[in-house]
């Protein structure tokens, strides 16, 4: 089982906890534009990085995510931009960023669900789209509705699974990832944690029982990539309990 990770905040402190790894790993990194990426990139050297995947954040003001709710220039902008490289696709609401979106782009939410979805239909390259956890077959039906799934055979597609924030039962878990590789085989990946905060700054972190359960539970299911949020809540702690299922 491939372990990935996160990293929201690529800063020199947090992409240090790099020389913790010492197997092969997938590192998924934010930046505002497909240059930014490019040049933190260039900066990493490490050999255990087999893959690195963009993933694009706005600026608040434009919606921090992607949505149909997000301003409809800057999905442009990162649409226009974005060639020849893997993408994962952060698909949240603004609520807590900007819920004024809701108003602004009111009238581009067709347009920019469209818009989304042609961008992941035509992009020739590898797409992952980071999605809310459904609870039901309704929620699922809600998420496509909203634009926060497409259903497409060729995306990848990472559930968040964070431990830390919800009080999943362990036998739900257990049958939606069984579901999950049923139906979508390689391409359903799952996220993990959280082992660090992110943008809302105060997620908290997993209990390493918690997480090793989840992760046993992954194997056991055959889910072939778990991503970890984030990279720089990376300690020895945490170390131990992900080198037992990389």
Known sequence: MKISFFEEFPTKENLSKLRLINFPTKLYLAAPSLKEFNEIKKSIKNRHIKEFIYWPILKRSEGYWISPFS??????RIFKETKKTAIMLDLELPTRQNPFLYVTQFLNFFRNKSLIKE????YNKPVYLAEYYPESKLSQLLLR???LHYKSKKVKVIKMIYHSLHNFKEEYVRKEL?????ELGK????????ISVGIHGNEPNIK???LEMDLKLAREANVNEIIIFRLGGLNKKYLRVLKKFA
């Not at 961008?119 to 035509?122: D, G, L, R, V």
């Not at 391409?187 to 959280?194: C, E, K, M, P, R």
């Open 178 to 182: 069984e579901t999950g590789v049923r």
């Open 208 to 210: 390493l029982e918690q």
């Open 119 to 122: 961008f992941i239909h035509n």
């Open 145 to 147: 509705f909203w634009g």
């Open 71 to 76: 301003k409809r220039s800057a999905l442009k």
């Open 187 to 194: 391409n359903y990946l799952v996220a993990l944690g959280t």
